[in-house]
């Protein structure tokens, strides 16, 4: 049952914004002249604007709070997940009785019995299936997500939907992210400032382990455990598809890479290091989303109301030794796919295949496009789908790449995941 | 026949995945014990803590150490709820809550995010407790004390109260007004052992031990072939190369420039097919050889610590760890020793084949445990009267390149130090020492006169130049300071609140598991700026 305790405006007793209207009523010595302190500013906040959250995990809770307590009175959240009993640690909003139950839901719940006047309007779905007009609506969208194809997504989504002759169709986006005591904020205003695809290269490059190492020269109990997950669960579940999720199947990689490592006398398999290689688990702390989601939420309030200059526009933390941070401003990448409009130059091999040249988009950091489809003007060169297109495309694989594109000639890198074009320019050695 | 194969392996190994499936705790914990391990926990759920006021702030702090799972906390609040801390705080029930007591409404809204932790309010004022012998023992006997913008006056007789002794509870600190915040933890000494820093234990490879060295002398390139060439592992390409060289160069590894290229450029050489991954690491590795030290210099420092001793009682502090720390000292001293840090089990991965690797990592456990086995016998025959848990030890020997020793110092060390307060503001950036120094005189004057309104930026300008005294210049930062402090004295922003909330719980569970390394020093935040800052003292 979802329901909004009183309306919106008589349920705010006298002095319920004590605190929040300080900084609402009076500049400060760094607030621009553009704030309008008072009530025009308490009217925008807490009557017109609407914000949209995306990711009900653990940044989404703390974000959830914190514009509720704020003073935002009209915020969608968006998350396809369901609760797990390992979000209890630091999702505040669930108990374990929510276990199972998608977690937009039962957080738009939890903040609207909690914070009365709050109107919280969930949706269990996907971001990807929401369009243009749906994004419009907002005024700020604050990420709290822990997927880097879902926040690739939403960046190109908003820097695509930004049209020159509606100022409105420009949406801040703030982002956060956690791992372990560390985790940063930042504040992205598409096609004006740096963008998420900009800063690709920052991302920590994640562990992949060579397939040859896997079934050959395994010394690992990762190497062990990347076996029975890519190599052995295919080989003989056939087309049953590994559901990480299901205690079951994390059991049956267990005793399958433990098998295989007693076989070659490695040691160190145990059920949470599978767990942890098998479904990438990134440590995550209660402190380190609240400190992130509050940069996140102080970001939107600032930028929602004026009161005080919003962050230029990259919030970095290390909580690990001491106290460290660094606040700067990431810069734009000329050819940033995204927000760029400059061709990539990449310098090849003469000998190498499309297919070597399709690994190395996936694996390099700066780009990292899985399943790129390839075109060079109207010449298809590699179609991932559909299986016709494939199926004609395949025997390019093969073929050398200078033997389809012309030194300094153009190849457009398209993806099914991601809504933009990769143009590079390609030279050969 | 594959099928049949899996069924094999899941009928014989039923059992072990009965056992090995993680119980609800684990599974609850997974994410953070994968941070601070068992040990951490452990830690965890037996501290008690104490915390001085129910403000937004205090109970967004206690939410992230709830979550975790410490053992217990206790609100110590006499206020009732306000109509503003109604609106502020997420851990009171809006409305319904105003009028009642803020701590006795704040504990069943914390506790309820984990059913592990037991809480209680505790309706008193702190000046209260501080003057009897019942009400300072009892606040002594948390692990952790938190306070959140408590007035002056009674912070100093708090202070006072946990400086008396050497193991009294470290306090923490917190004052916050709008935008602006800063915090502190007054402790005597954190000793840790698990720092969870990025540097490498050393591998020996200047200094290989018997079985190790022994390898790299029986390996002839000659008469390998090239499967095996292609497997020999980057330690012992490492270990003979440097030894020809050493040959070579009386002895002495390569120390400049060309010479490390060179020696590069030698192993380079020595691949004898492309993609021989394991040259290749051997060469990015070599680095290695020329940094690795026998005791890193920050563990070095260490030894010239003397422990902390009471001068009343003579009662050592931490009196295991300085042990285990002096027996380090006599260990890597022994001419029976190898004169490193004791070997540490772990050894990275290496390109090579799975029996080089398994028979390599045997070589360095078996290595480790002698080591082991030394210090053991040293630290017996050192310390004969100390009985120390077996798990320390070992985590000692294990992390001994890790191991991190700070020493704190008493609130107000830094305002009681002239030269110290003229440092601080010549550091750069200077709007972290402005910053802190205008949330002192914010304190100083609420002390004076509660009433908000008399707090102007001339008022805290003037109280920050009375105690930085003449003849300092004060940067122009100030102004921003005392603006902003100015504009929201007594503003507890649900923002900044949910900022300091993950920040001093970071902190409180370094303190508490001894894992990571603690600020030492006033952390200040400015949450126009998006920033922090450190004001050492």
């Known amino acids: 049952m979802t329901t909004v305790n009183d309306d919106a405006t008589s349920s705010d007793w006298d002095g319920r914004y004590y605190h929040v209207d300080q900084v609402l009523n009076t500049p400060g010595p760094r607030t621009e002249d553009s704030f309008q302190a008072g009530d025009a500013v308490k009217d925008f906040l807490r009557n017109q604007c609407k914000i949209l959250v995306i990711g009900a995990g653990g940044l989404g809770c703390e974000i959830l709070a914190n514009l509720a307590l704020t003073g935002f009175k009209d915020i969608h959240v968006i998350d396809m997940d369901t609760i797990d009993i390992s979000n209890l640690n630091r999702q505040f909003l669930f108990r374990p009785k929510d276990v199972g139950n998608p977690k937009a839901l039962v957080a738009a719940e939890f903040i609207m019995q909690r914070v009365p006047g709050v109107k919280v309007t969930p949706y269990f779905g996907k971001i990807q299936d929401k369009d243009e007009d749906y994004y419009l609506q907002f005024n700020i969208i604050v990420c709290g997500l822990d997927s880097v194809e879902a926040r690739r997504w939403i960046n190109a989504t908003l820097v695509n939907m930004v049209d020159e002759e509606n100022p409105e169709s420009l949406k801040p986006l703030i982002d956060g992210g956690t791992e372990g005591f560390k985790g940063q904020a930042r504040v992205i205003l598409p096609t004006i400032s740096s963008c998420y695809e900009c800063s690709l290269d920052m991302l920590n490059k994640p562990t992949a382990f060579p397939i040859c190492t896997i079934a050959n020269t395994p010394r690992l109990p990762e190497h062990c455990i990347e076996w029975a997950s890519v190599l052995e669960w295919p080989r003989v579940h056939g087309e049953k598809k590994l559901d990480t999720d299901d205690p079951e199947h994390i059991g049956w990689l267990y005793n399958t890479a433990l098998t295989r490592a007693k076989e070659f006398k490695i040691e160190g398999v145990t059920w949470s290091l599978t767990q942890g290689v098998v479904k990438n688990i990134i440590p995550a702390i209660a402190s380190t989303n609240a400190i992130i989601a509050a940069s996140c939420c102080n970001e939107a309030f600032k930028i929602a109301t004026s009161s005080a200059a919003f962050l230029n526009n990259y919030f970095m933390l290390i909580g690990t030794e001491g106290v460290y941070s660094y606040t700067f401003e990431h810069e734009k990448r000329k050819e940033c796919p995204v927000c760029g409009g400059e061709s990539l130059d990449i310098t090849i091999s003469k000998e190498w295949t499309v297919e070597r040249l399709i690994e190395m988009l996936v694996e390099k950091q700066d780009i990292q496009i899985k399943k790129p489809s390839l075109s060079s003007g109207i010449k298809q060169i590699y179609f991932q789908a559909p299986p016709q297109l494939e199926q004609a495309t395949r025997p390019n694989l093969e073929k050398k790449v200078s033997e389809l594109v012309e030194d300094g000639g153009e190849v457009t890198v398209t993806s099914s995941t991601l809504p933009f074009n990769l143009s590079l320019r390609i030279k050969y050695t | ?537």
């Open chain 2, 1 to 537: 026949m594959s099928q049949s194969g899996s069924q094999t392996i899941e009928q014989a190994t039923t059992a072990i995945q009965v056992d090995a499936q993680p119980d609800n705790k684990t599974r609850r914990y997974d994410r953070q014990l994968r941070l601070w391990a068992a040990s951490g926990q452990a830690a965890l759920e037996s501290s008690r803590i104490l915390v001085i006021s129910a403000t937004a702030t205090s109970t967004s702090i206690l939410k992230n150490l709830v979550l975790p799972g410490i053992g217990h906390f206790t609100i110590l609040d006499p206020k009732n709820v306000s109509a503003a801390d109604a609106g502020n705080n997420f851990f009171l029930n809006g409305y319904s809550s105003i009028g009642k007591s803020r701590a006795e409404e704040a504990v069943p809204l914390l506790k309820e995010l984990n059913d592990s932790v037991d809480g209680e309010a505790v309706v008193k004022r702190v000046e209260d407790l501080l003057k009897t012998d019942d009400g300072k023992q009892w606040i002594k006997n948390f692990t952790l004390v938190i306070a959140h913008n408590l007035p002056n006056g009674p912070l100093e007789t708090l202070s006072d109260l946990l400086w008396e002794e050497l193991e009294d509870p470290p306090l923490m600190i917190v004052r916050s007004a709008g935008f602006l915040a800063d915090f502190y933890i007054q402790f005597r000494e954190q000793c840790i052992i698990e720092s969870h820093t990025e540097t490498a234990p050393s591998i020996r490879l200047t200094k290989p031990f018997p079985a190790l060295q022994e390898w790299a002398d029986n390996l002839d390139y000659s008469k390998v072939d090239p499967t095996e060439h292609a497997h020999i592992p980057f330690a012992i390409i490492l270990i003979k190369e440097a030894d020809q060289w050493r040959a070579e160069h009386n002895g002495a590894l390569p120390n400049t420039y060309e010479e490390k290229a060179q020696f590069k450029k030698r192993i380079r050489e020595r691949v004898v097919k492309i993609d021989e991954e394991n040259f290749e690491e051997a060469e990015t590795q070599a680095v290695r050889l020329w940094s690795e030290k026998g005791v890193p210099s920050d563990i070095e420092e260490l030894f010239s610590l003397e422990p902390l001793t009471s001068s009343s009682s003579k009662q050592t502090l931490n009196p295991e760890f300085h042990a285990l720390l002096k027996t380090l000292h006599a260990f890597v001293n022994s001419p029976e020793g190898p004169g490193n840090l004791p070997m540490s089990s772990t050894l990275p991965d290496m390109k090579t084949d799975t029996e080089s690797y398994v028979k390599l990592q045997r070589m360095y456990k078996a290595q480790s445990a002698i080591e082991a086995t030394q210090f053991k016998e040293l630290l017996a025959s050192k310390y004969p009267q100390l009985t120390i848990d077996e798990d320390m030890v070992d985590s000692f020997i294990k992390h001994a390149h890790q191991i991190k020793v700070l020493r704190g110092k008493k609130y107000g060390a830094l305002e009681a130090d002239k030269d110290a307060i003229s440092a601080a503001l010549q550091a750069w950036p200077s709007d972290t020492a402005t910053t802190h120094f205008a949330l002192n005189a914010l304190s100083i004057l609420l002390e004076k006169n509660s009433d908000p309104t008399t707090i102007t930026a001339e008022t805290l300008k003037s109280e920050v130049e009375n105690f930085v005294g003449q003849g300092v210049d004060i940067p122009e930062d100030l102004d921003n300071a005392v603006g902003e402090l100015a504009r929201s004295p007594t503003a507890d922003l649900p923002n900044t609140a949910a900022f300091l909330g993950g920040m001093i719980a970071q902190e409180a569970i370094k303190m508490i598991t001894k894992q990571y390394v603690p600020v030492n020093g006033w952390c200040v935040v400015d949450l126009i700026e998006s920033k922090t800052g450190i004001v050492n003292n």
